[in-house]
């Protein structure tokens, strides 16, 4: 039988697929605005499952499986036999033989590897510790539909070495745009992930990171999983804020992203997210059109 294709991170497809898949998802949400009906994968099934909350990774999934003619299921550790104890392996085989994809957002990305390992069908990322590629489509998508082609500008990214920051380094490599990284002395990114990619440095002051840039971003400085830490990190990071100020050296022209939830006061100011360089709400609005153009890609093939 031969493997499926996965979707683990920004390198299982090739920057020729990554850049028709982004391309894809603005043909589809054109097509979706203008309501058109458009079912490719009708009686085709997702399995989503969720070992962290979710608000626009569940939905987006679960929208675009109902939109695209399928279906998809929510399963928690709560009320699966996963929560009690039962291997990933054995998960992977059963599900895998009764589903047509599947998503999974876990803590460990070794746990997602081995469960892809298991699986017959196609295992998306749906987020790990390490890396959050579906939302790195839809960040794409957003900043072409915003500003056209990404290949050759330059992305400051500032906070935490991250799940998002290592999609974005990933995301520079594929795509061709230069990153610029600016994280607190011990939150880098993993200097493994920062050693496969050519276009990504780390500077040290996030003013000298963001000047001139075509793209600012952020995230939360504790991810889920170090709620424990959010006092020690909210002091170390301060200095990392995307406010007002920061924002100012950058290119006038340059755009702010945010994957969401966000924290206002926190790592963005309220101005900043709420303000006119803020692309957030595309951006989020985007992971529905970005995984139907995935689904689509895994599922049907390029289009
Ligand atoms: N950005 C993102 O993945 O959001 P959720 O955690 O709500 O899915
Ligand atoms: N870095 C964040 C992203 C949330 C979508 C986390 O992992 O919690």
Known sequence: MPRPRQFLSLLDLSPD?????ITRASILKTLHLSGEIFEPLKNRSLG???????TRTRVSFEVGMQQLGGGALFLSPRDTQLGRGEPVEDTARVLSRMVDVISVRTFEHDKLELFARYSRVPVINALTDRFHPCQLLADMQTYAEHRGDICGRTVAWVGDGNNMCHSYINASRQLGFKLRIACPEGYMPDPDILQTNGDAELVRDPRDAVEGVDLVVTD???SMGQEGEQAERAARFAPYQVNAGLMSLAHPDALFMHCLPAHRGEEVTVDVLEGPQSVVWDEAENR???QKALLEFLLVGPA
């Open 220 to 222: 939360v400085w504790a």
């Open 288 to 290: 529905l059109h970005a």
């Open 17 to 21: 697929e990554l850049t028709r898949t």
């Open 48 to 54: 989503m499952i969720f070992e962290k909350s979710s």
